[in-house]
């Protein structure tokens, strides 16, 4: 291993964590306490083997647990040794992470940082509040898409096949969004934050061909508690829905 190398392991040995949960102990996660609730959170992480442990010249100086499925992921705790901090490691961890999610089509991440300097971090990376989304429970968790999905079109063209979500059930107003749907959306898929509750439309050349609630009309596979990762192409779309169309 080259000198100051990094990396993350996903199936770390046991005696390294073990090592780093007692420096934790031992030091704490945040001014100098490491509280019983979020020690039980860590383990449960690490028992549902979902932790990254970060080496630095081999040997392990950090680690992170996250949970999650599917498309979406949130990182529930994030430590380093303390003399390992101030050096930009925690970005770099950070950034392995997240090239890790991105590797199995991990696309949301959301944190809820319990310090300072977590929160500085996930400013620096582009973090933005939940609370400002669509989501429709009250939540003070960040959020950061690591993928950019299908163009949110925001206003119908009435050409071709659309789908129109609102941000409410109120589906009089203008749409919050608007995509083009073809038989390229595995490919630029839609990938986004919506209310389970809102109305959804789908529509050809203007007119509505099907209109139903979002926790209704997609499947769990697409619309996934906080995501909806719509990469079902048109062709299949309109076969789930009964609607015959000539679609190329």
């Known amino acids: 291993m080259k000198k100051n190398e990094l990396k993350i392991l996903v199936k770390p040995k046991k005696v390294d964590i073990d090592f780093l949960i007692s420096k934790m102990d ?9 509280q019983p609730h979020d020690k039980d959170r860590i383990r449960n992480g ?6 990254f442990v970060l080496y630095k ?18 990182v529930d705790y994030k430590w380093i040794l303390p003399e390992f901090r101030g050096k930009g490691l925690g970005k770099q961890f950070a950034q392995l992470i997240y090239e890790w999610f991105l590797k199995k089509h991990i ?10 300097n977590g929160e500085a971090m996930a400013t620096t990376f582009g973090y933005k509040p939940m609370a400002d989304t669509d989501y429709r429970f009250s939540c003070q968790d960040l959020y950061i898409f690591l993928k950019e999905g299908r163009k949110n079109l925001n206003q119908p063209s009435n050409s071709g096949f659309e789908l129109l979500i609102w941000s409410d059930h109120n589906a009089r107003k203008n749409p919050h969004f608007c995509y083009a749907i073809d038989n390229d959306m595995k490919e630029n898929p839609i990938i986004s934050i919506i209310n389970d509750d809102a109305q959804v439309e789908l529509r050809k050349d203007g007119k509505e061909i099907r209109k139903d609630k979002c926790k209704y009309f997609f499947t769990d596979d697409e619309n996934q508690a906080y995501l909806l990762y719509f990469d ?11 609607y015959k169309d000539n679609v190329d």
């Open 107 to 116: 696309y949301l991440v959301m944190a809820h940082p319990a310090t300072p």
């Open 46 to 51: 690490i028992k549902n083997r979902k932790v």
């Open 26 to 34: 031992e030091l704490g996660f945040y001014n100098g306490v490491l």
């Open 57 to 74: 010249d081999g040997n392990p100086i950090g680690l992170s647990t996250w949970s999650g499925e599917m498309q979406w992921a949130i």
């Open 232 to 242: 079902t192409n048109l062709s299949e779309l309109l076969k789930r829905l009964g």
